[in-house]
């Protein structure tokens, strides 16, 4: 039953996200950022032959606040691969260049 109303509550987040998407910069970026998800992450995982460590934080500010982890991660697991991804748009950019993720 929960598992019936968590889908149905999250195609219809989906669908007024799209619908914003027209009259918001932000939700575009929201909608424009999950389109090609999938294709992106089979993508880097074929061209990553390492085992993956995946961090998502909801936004930038929870980046921020995850960096000391994510760098002692870093340390204590070189030969793994550290993937980050967003709830939020914007955490993407400036999460693109952190050296302490691939």
């Not at 039953?1 to 009259?23: D, I, P, T």
Request: charged letters at 20%.
């Amino acid at each position: 039953m929960y598992l019936l109303l968590y889908n149905l509550f999250l195609r219809l987040y989906v669908g007024v996200a799209k619908l914003m998407a027209f009259r918001n910069a932000k939700a575009a970026a929201w909608v424009a950022g999950r389109k090609h998800t999938v294709r992106d992450l089979q993508h880097w995982k074929k061209s990553n032959s390492k085992p993956v460590i995946w961090i998502h934080a909801a936004s930038l500010g929870e980046f921020e606040q995850g960096k000391p982890i994510i760098e002692s991660i870093r340390q204590q697991y070189p030969n793994y691969a550290i993937l980050i991804s967003f709830f939020s748009p914007s955490g993407l950019e400036p999460s693109k260049h952190y050296p302490h993720a691939d």
